[in-house]
């Protein structure tokens, strides 16, 4: 067996360079795959960063063996999303098939270049956990651009240029930034940009290059162009056009426009005849769309080039797993028998997630600054003060979630210098797992995206088991053995050159210096090392989160509703400015606490030197000053309830400003009903409030922080009890506004002086046996209704009943029915059954508290009489109320109509789900807001999924990052159960709650035994409901 690191001539084999286990398509802890037997070969590699390696593989060895190398020469973990492309002997671009033989596919070895690039292009750059591979995909993004592959407007390109000259020479200087761009063209037209350039990297200063790379990425995956590749076709009237293939399916370009796409849930089956191509979709009743769609390609061999890669993109993005190989014909084959080789994307994510790597530390060779192998992608603006500061913040800083992938390669330095610099680096770091030596640039960057600041550790990992990895007889004869190269900069050691006398590529791992060894089982014990364990911390956490999703509320009304304003004309200019300008002094407030907190929270973790003096591990201080600065935008926050008024008032007469509220809250970024995003601000001082009393509650009074804490409270408090009435009356508004948009059949519902009490699915008695409405109970009035009448599902008013002279009492053993109870009023008795005995228990004590508030007021409207029915009905004659079952017929077929957005509100979840739920509840969901990232999975699942998540409403709210402007799903509580996993279900491990309807189970994890206990009470709070009495405690005085 001929191993790469056995041959001193192999590229992938540097100076010290470490035993590499990140093989991509190789198991944790296996070695590159066996070399067949037979003459070696030469072949040539083009890396992303233009250098060139020589590979020696056997003459019968398959694509998959050179691969590996290529893989294992970089230190690359999650190698997948990479291929080898060449041009074969028809002139072609194609990829290297990783199952066959190579000779079978290049005739000349020695004549081809293969280049290394990114062969899969993920939606969302957060889904690539490594610094490497992110570094790799920036650079491929600079070669798209470079070659007029990725084109974008003058702006976008302008800001992509400034990140990555930014990630090359660091941070602004004017002249030097000049003579860059004048020695390097990063996009054809540059010169007519280079001023918009400058001023963007002017904007950059204290951004790392890890940061630059992220940012780069998240700015090149939103464009049109971003990882698609042209070829050349043409349609059935001979129209040219180009088709690419993406992680969602196939797509139509006509120059660099995308004019048709076509979803993989759309394909039936992709095929080629000769030079056709053909796509045939799934039958659609709703699109006129013909079944089969057929492009004309330039030969039989471009046909099939394509078909491939479109084979493995869906096969990498849809597929769970690789698929299996088809069982050989016996007599002839049919069709091709190619497949994707590899791991699927889910695969890839899981394994390196479940998988603890070593964090290699590797060589930008553009760039100009000392860049070490940090993590994190976003501002990290400390600079570096000496090696003792570094070491003390790598001491504390690293990941705290569950799957933190620490390194696991081991090795041992032969140097005795190198031994003694090691040793002297451990002592240092007095047990630290995670040490560099790059003394001039010690920023850490502890994560690879925002997502997954809490989980990834960086550096170098301390390691104790012996055994030489590097035989290079180069190791003790270098005449720069006096010196390293780590992470680019020259220390007490230096790597030599290669055995070819060329410089080593500088995506090579330099050399390691490891002295200790982590095992799996002590995964919690380091990170409970690694990162702040102190209670404080975790509320102080919980701050940031909310503080990120509520600054996004905020951004619904200041971006996203007044960019619909302005484009339709719709809104008075009275109402806009008074909308506007008092909410956009509120955004920017919180946004510069925001970053307050966000720098806080980093000294806190260790990212700075601050720590060590331990000044900056406390929040109340923050908090002290900025609920102050609060208290001077008091005047706004009143003006928010005003607003909200007017906006009603204006809707009512204006029809064209209704349907341009209607039409937004349709938009993906307004994910509740616009009006609770008018409340946000409100609600955001009751959170202040909830967190500042678990602070003061968590510290004794000697602590440092309690003083402050305490202030803060007191002024909070304040706040929030000068602005209650406001709110209460404000909530109770907004949610007789939703109300109306779900009812039919009633024109003023938010009635002065009406208040909502309770929703929710009650079956009513009727001639014709039990029937599912929906019930409505309010101060003056309870009404009850029928679903399905219109297309968008809203609910058909059949009957109201007065509370003033109404009697209420149990029926069960009179009807026979159980869980019933009988309403009698002044005109009208009705008989109801409920779902349970405790919705009966709330139901019962909220209509008797209502009627008694009734009874004390001046008795019924006018309305509500007229609007009641002419006499009293028994039970036996109800199917004269003006419903019947084709009222619930209709109710059901209306399904197949229901439109996204009526369908999913709280109303129908209560229908769907027989529940209900009060006012109490709205607004202990609105006020019990929290956000954070967990990891979900599902019950027949594997892995884990992380994700950002956001409770509010009664719902979670899933997205990829916190970034992202709307949920990517929800998930409505109501009627949910939340448990703890028992042993028999297997899941091993910590801080695991359970969410279960009926058949549906979803497991989420949290970080720390603080998050998961706020988990369980925020979520138990949307799925246990209360009723009013039970849960007056909760405000006082009670408003009803």
């Not at 009727?766 to 029928?786: A, E, I």
């Not at 009489?865 to 009905?873: E, P, T, V």
Request: aromatic fraction near 8%; hydrophobic fraction near 35%; charge should be positive.
């Amino acid at each position: 067996m001929v191993e790469p690191e056995e041959r001193p001539s192999v590229a992938g084999q540097r100076l010290g360079a470490p035993e590499s286990l990140g093989i991509s398509t190789l198991e944790p802890g296996q070695r590159p795959p066996t070399m067949p037997p037979g003459r070696q070969i030469s072949i040539r590699v083009q890396m992303l960063d233009d250098t060139q390696e020589v590979f020696e593989v056997s003459q019968r060895a398959p694509g998959k063996a050179l691969f590996d190398l290529v893989c294992s020469h970089l230190n690359l973990v999650e190698g997948d999303y990479f291929g080898l492309e060449f041009q074969d002997q028809r002139k072609m671009i194609v990829w290297l098939d990783l199952l066959k033989p190579i000779l079978k596919q290049i005739r000349r070895p020695k004549n081809i270049i293969l280049r290394f690039v990114v062969k899969f292009f993920p939606p969302d750059h957060t889904q690539l956990l490594e610094e490497l591979t992110r570094y790799l995909f920036a650079l491929q993004i600079k070669h798209d651009l470079a070659c007029g592959r990725l084109t974008c407007n003058e702006s976008s390109a302008a800001l992509l240029v400034a990140h990555i000259v930014q990630s090359e020479i660091g941070d602004f200087d004017e002249v030097q930034c000049k003579q860059h761009l004048l020695n390097n063209k990063y996009i054809p037209e540059q010169d007519t940009l280079m001023d918009k350039i400058i001023g963007y990297h002017r904007k950059h200063v204290g951004q790392t290059p890890a940061e630059s790379d992220y940012q780069l990425l998240e700015i090149a995956r939103r464009l049109e162009m971003y990882g698609v590749r042209l070829h050349p076709a043409k349609d059935r009237e001979g129209t040219r056009l180009s088709l690419a293939v993406a992680h969602s399916g196939v797509l139509v370009f006509q120059g660099h426009t995308k004019i048709n796409a076509f979803n993989w849930s759309k394909v039936r089956k992709l095929s080629f005849k000769r030079k056709r191509f053909l796509i045939k979709l799934r039958p659609d009743l709703n699109s006129n769309c013909q079944d089969t769609l057929e492009f004309m390609m330039g030969s039989r061999d471009c046909c099939k080039v394509f078909w491939k890669i479109c084979v493995e993109y869906h096969a990498f993005f849809r597929l769970f797993e690789e698929p299996k190989p088809k069982p050989k014909p016996v007599l002839f084959t049919r069709g091709s028998s190619f497949r994707f080789s590899g791991r699927t994307q889910r695969q890839v994510i899981d394994y390196v997630k479940d998988t603890e790597f070593k964090k290699v530390p590797f060589e930008r060779k553009h760039s100009k600054i000392q860049s070490n192998s940090n993590l994190s992608p976003f501002p990290s603006r400390q600079s570096a003060e000496g090696q003792g500061e570094m070491l003390q913040r790598n001491a504390s800083a690293s990941g705290h979630q569950a799957d933190s992938p620490l390194g696991r390669t081991q090795v041992t330095v032969e140097n005795p210098a190198l031994q003694r610099y090691t040793g002297s680096l451990n002592s240092q770091t007095n047990g630290c797992r995670n040490g560099t030596s790059d003394e001039a640039d010690a920023r850490l960057k502890p994560s690879p995206s925002k997502q997954q600041a809490e989980h990834l550790s960086t550096g170098l990992a301390s390691h104790s088991a012996k055994g030489p990895v590097s035989r290079s007889p180069q190791h003790s004869e270098s005449p720069s053995a006096g010196q390293m190269m780590v992470n680019g900069q020259k220390q007490s050691l230096s790597v030599g050159q290669s055995p070819d006398g060329r410089q080593p590529s500088p995506l090579t791992s330099p050399l390691l210096y490891d002295a200790g060894f982590i095992r799996a089982d002590d995964e919690d014990e380091v990170r409970r090392k690694r990162f702040p364990t102190d209670k404080a911390y975790f509320i102080a956490k919980e701050l940031l989160t909310t503080e990120r999703t509520y600054l996004k509320d905020l951004e619904v009304i200041t971006v996203s509703f007044q960019k619909a304003v302005l484009k339709d004309e719709a809104m008075p200019d009275s109402l806009r400015n008074l909308i506007f300008a008092n909410f956009e002094p509120v955004y920017k407030f919180h946004e510069t606490f925001l970053k307050d907190v966000e720098q806080r929270l980093a000294q806190w973790e260790g990212r700075s030197n601050a720590h060590i003096k331990g000044d900056y591990q406390r929040v109340g201080d923050v908090m002290l000053k900025n609920i102050q600065g609060l208290k001077l935008l008091s005047s706004h926050l009143q003006k928010h309830s005003e607003s909200l008024l007017e906006l009603e008032q204006s809707c009512r007469s204006s029809r064209r400003l209704e349907v341009l509220c209607r039409d937004f809250e349709l938009q993906k970024v307004c994910y509740l009903p616009l009006n609770i995003f008018f409340l946000r601000p409100l609600h955001r001082l009751l959170h202040y409030k909830q967190i500042l009393e678990r602070l003061c509650k968590h510290y004794p009074p000697t602590h440092d922080d309690f003083r402050d804490s305490r202030a803060a409270l007191a002024d909070v408090s304040e706040l929030v009890l000068q602005l209650h009435t406001t709110l209460m009356k404000m909530e109770n508004f907004q949610k007789l506004l939703e109300l109306k948009k779900d009812l039919v059949g009633i024109d003023s519902l938010a009635a002065p002086g009406r208040e909502f009490i309770r929703l929710g699915c009650l079956s009513k008695l009727s001639g014709k046996g039990l029937q599912q409405r929906m019930f409505f109970l309010f101060s003056d009035v309870v009404m009850y209704t029928s679903r399905g009448l219109t297309a968008s599902n809203q609910f058909k008013v059949h009957g109201q009943l007065p509370l003033y002279g109404m009697t209420i009492r149990e029926s069960e053993d009179e009807w026979g029915v159980p869980y019933s109870f009988t309403l009698f009023g002044q005109r009208q008795s009705v008989v109801v059954a409920a779902s349970s005995a405790s919705e009966m228990e709330k139901w019962i004590e909220d209509i008797r508290m209502a009627i008694e508030l009734a009874d004390k007021s001046n008795g019924p409207t006018t309305e509500i009489l007229s609007s009641s029915f002419s006499d009293s009905k028994s039970p036996e004659d109800c199917s004269a109320d003006q419903e019947s079952e084709d009222d619930l017929s209709s109710s059901r077929s209306s399904l197949e109509r229901q439109t996204p957005h009526r369908g999913n509100t709280t109303v129908h979840v209560c229908w769907h789900r027989s529940t209900s739920v009060s006012m109490v509840d709205f607004s202990v969901a609105l006020e019990n807001q929290l956000s954070g990232n967990l990891l979900r999975k599902f019950k027949n699942s594997n892995g884990w999924q992380k994700l950002w998540v956001v409770f509010t409403n009664f719902s979670l709210f899933f997205y990829k990052t916190h970034q992202d402007e709307y949920p990517l799903a929800s998930l409505p509580l109501l009627g949910y159960s939340i448990t703890i996993p028992s042993e028999s279900e297997n899941i091993h491990k910590d801080y695991v709650f359970k969410l279960h309807f009926k058949s549906h189970v979803y497991y989420f994890r949290s970080e720390s035994e603080y998050t998961f206990e706020r988990w369980m009470e925020v979520i138990r709070s949307a799925t246990c409901s209360s009723s009013v009495l039970r849960s007056s405690s909760r405000k006082d005085p009670l408003v009803y």
